[in-house]
């Protein structure tokens, strides 16, 4: 240790980038000095990535911190984080990289912030190995605002692998504390909707396609429920490429909300896409939970923050999860449980995520 810093290995557990989000963020939160080492060990490519490295210029800059080693295919950072200020934080990947999993960095961080904020975050809205911004709008925003805060999040331009270009405004507001969240109860399947999409050069006739295969493939499994998927084509000014994907969201009667997407791409039968997307959603119904699998990692951070105890019923837990879970616990002072559900159905897989929160207190407001 050099004076405080915190050590992390990034190449443990997961070892991908999501122990940056996690650590970086709190590091920022907490006002602590970090050391992150073996970044990405666990990839093909390891160190930095461009969207890993706009993420962590975008930290720094909303806290005037220090970062050294932010360089492409750095395997190594030192961050020292200052004051998190509110206003407009610009963050660009230049290339494809997602700007759901920008926005999963910035947000707890600007919740903490002494003003509003706006985060223009420029790279891929519909990006393989990251949420959707689709499913950032339809499942993640309505859920952690569960925590007690509000965010708005305007789509200005959708962008795809390779080249990205999408641009993505979200605004809001800093809060005192975040409340916890107790989702326990799945309660039944109401509704079934969601969006089929194709952009630049491809034909509607695509997404239509996509679309009645999901609906076939989910009929197979739930019959008496109208599925409500729109197939749309998105206007040529607000697409940036060409792309395609599908995401199918279930609605339950207690207001949860589980998830499947899938994207497409050259050479993949338009309906492989509609009925991976709908095969996920009915895996993520099956296991029992009150979240999908993609959403489970994503509340982690939030639960540590929050001022109190946390509940989520949950399916298996992810090794994104697991490794959200040891770096928040690591770095705050949360603490978190996993036991498994004693469920009276014994064919469902659940879990029960606890957490007692930090009770992080905003102490510019």
């Not at 240790?1 to 190449?11: H, N, Q, S, T």
């Not at 999501?18 to 093909?44: D, N, Y």
């Not at 999963?104 to 961080?109: I, K, L, R």
């Not at 709908?278 to 993520?284: Q, T, V, Y």
């Amino acid at each position: 240790m050099d004076g405080d810093r915190v050590e992390i290995d990034g190449g443990i557990m997961e070892g991908g980038g999501q122990i940056l989000r996690v650590s970086t963020a709190l590091s920022c939160l907490l006002g602590l000095p970090l050391r992150v080492r073996r970044i990405r060990a666990g990839r093909s490519q390891p160190g930095l990535r461009p969207q890993h490295l706009s993420g962590l210029e975008m930290i720094r800059d909303l806290c005037e911190g220090n970062l050294e080693g932010g360089e492409i295919g750095s395997t190594e950072i030192t961050f020292t984080p200052g004051k998190i200020k509110g206003g407009t934080h610009i963050a660009d990947t230049k290339t494809a990289g997602s700007v759901c999993l920008l926005m999963q960095v910035a947000m707890p961080c600007v919740l903490f912030a002494a003003s509003p904020s706006e985060l223009r975050l420029k790279g891929g809205t519909n990006a393989e190995m990251a949420p959707q911004i689709d499913y950032t709008v339809m499942v993640f925003k309505p859920i952690v605002e569960k925590f007690n805060f509000t965010f708005s999040c305007d789509i200005k331009k959708r962008g795809y692998y390779p080249q990205g270009g999408g641009e993505v405004v979200v605004q809001m507001s800093p809060v005192k504390e975040l409340s916890p969240i107790n989702l326990i109860e799945r309660g039944t399947v109401t509704k079934i909707y969601g969006r089929a999409f194709v952009a630049g050069a491809l034909p509607i006739k695509l997404a239509k396609d996509m679309s009645a295969a999901a609906v076939r493939c989910i009929r197979k499994e739930i019959r008496d429920l109208y599925i409500n998927i729109q197939s749309v084509r998105e206007p040529d000014d607000q697409a940036v490429g060409t792309g395609s994907g599908i995401i199918v969201v279930a609605e339950t009667s207690t207001g949860c909300l589980l998830a499947g997407s899938s994207l497409g791409k050259r050479g993949k039968n338009p309906d492989k896409v509609g009925i991976e997307a709908a095969e996920i959603l009915l895996r993520n119904l099956k296991h029992g939970g009150t979240v999908d699998d993609s959403l489970q990692d994503q509340l982690i951070i939030f639960m540590a923050l929050a001022k109190g105890v946390s509940r989520v019923k949950s399916g298996p837990i992810t090794l994104h999860t697991q490794t959200a879970i040891h770096f928040a616990e690591q770095l705050t002072k949360a603490k978190f449980t996993v036991t498994k559900s004693e469920e009276e159905d014994s064919s469902t897989d659940t879990y029960i995520i606890e957490c007692q929160g930090m009770g992080m207190i905003n102490s510019n407001l």
